[in-house]
């Protein structure tokens, strides 16, 4: 096993002391932010997790090993070069660590490495899910590894919901039929990222860390798997629902338009959605990432006191 992972000492250090450690996933500093956003909010993410009493593990794939705790070097290389690095869900894992290259991991793999290090607690902006057919196309099929893997795998991912660029229906209706917990921090609806004013409801809803750490600890004795931690986006950064359907209709006709399919698509939707919002949508992408950084050691916390 070590021969493909490695986790970095100060992880390491935590682990074997039984102090709370939150993973966090390198996709969305490699294609999810530009430049230099990408590495003010990750050092702010670092923080808002060491704040809170935790270690951070950044993951990642480099030098043909999955790392759990990337340098800081390793961060700023990803942050900055940002395309270049590859995406790597589940199935690309492999391949990158046989070919050498630097690869950002998603929440699917993100998950698949803190497992196996013993980290239970993952911190990230937003899962992905099942995405919208495009007008006329017909269904695309385009699901998310990252909803297998909550499926299978026994970590929490706190996040805020998953983004309107996807069929939010869907997507729950998935989770729903893979067993997942979908678990609202506070609210009793589903988050949708920019926006606080969901619809759908979620499976259940905790108030506490520690409410959250209990369920938890339930989950995972019966032997279950992941679970979604739904954290709204903090109110001051919120954005009004209609005025992101209006912005992300003209991202989505335009990823049509220029034939952006597969693992492209988050990123591209992204990228439009941060420039016609001249910004709008990058501020709140921050708050929450810094924000579920933040809840995460606060249940990491509370879980390795339950022991
Ligand atoms: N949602 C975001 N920002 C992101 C992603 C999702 O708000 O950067 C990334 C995450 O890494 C997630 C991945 O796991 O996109 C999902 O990609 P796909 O749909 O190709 O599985
Ligand atoms: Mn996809």
């Not at 997790?49 to 794939?61: D, E, I, K, T, W």
């Not at 385009?142 to 893997?149: F, W």
């Not at 005025?243 to 990823?255: D, F, K, N, R, S």
Request: aromatic share 4%; hydrophobic share 45%; with cysteine.
């Amino acid at each position: 096993m070590s021969r493909l992972l490695r986790i970095g000492e100060e992880v390491q250090a935590a682990l074997a002391e039984g102090r709370p450690v939150v993973a966090l996933e390198s996709t969305v500093i490699a294609h999810g932010l530009p430049w230099p956003d990408s590495l003010d909010a990750t050092q702010e993410m670092l923080e808002a997790v060491r704040s809170g009493g935790a270690v951070p593990a950044v993951v990642g794939v480099t030098a043909g090993r999955l790392v759990v705790g990337l340098e800081a070097g390793d961060i700023e290389r990803f942050a900055k070069h940002g395309r270049q690095v590859i995406k790597v869900s589940r199935r690309d894992l492999a391949r990158a660590l046989t070919e050498g290259c630097d690869g950002a991991t998603t929440v699917a793999s993100t998950m698949i490495a803190a497992a196996m290090a013993g980290i239970r607690i993952f911190a990230t902006g937003g899962i992905g899910g099942v995405h919208r057919s495009a007008e006329g196309q017909g269904d695309s099929f385009d699901v998310s590894a990252d909803l297998y893997e909550l499926a299978r795998t026994p970590v929490c991912v706190v996040s805020s919901g998953a983004k309107s660029i996807l069929d939010l229906r869907r997507t729950l209706e998935v989770m729903e039929s893979l067993g997942t917990p979908v678990v609202g921090y506070g609210t009793d609806s589903f988050p949708t990222f920019y926006s606080r004013d969901a619809a759908l409801p979620v499976t259940m809803r905790v108030d506490s860390p520690e409410q959250a750490a209990s369920l938890l600890s339930a989950q995972w004795e019966l032997g279950l798997g992941g679970v979604l931690l739904a954290n709204p986006v903090p109110e001051s950064m919120a954005l009004p629902t209609q005025t992101v359907e209006a912005w992300l209709e003209e991202a989505l006709a335009a990823a049509q338009a220029e034939k952006v399919a597969g693992p492209q698509v988050t990123p591209f939707l992204l990228s439009h959605l941060h420039r016609r919002s001249e910004g709008q949508t990058l501020k709140a992408n921050r708050a929450l990432l810094i924000d579920n950084a933040r809840l995460a050691a606060q249940v990491a916390t509370c879980c390795s006191q339950q022991g």
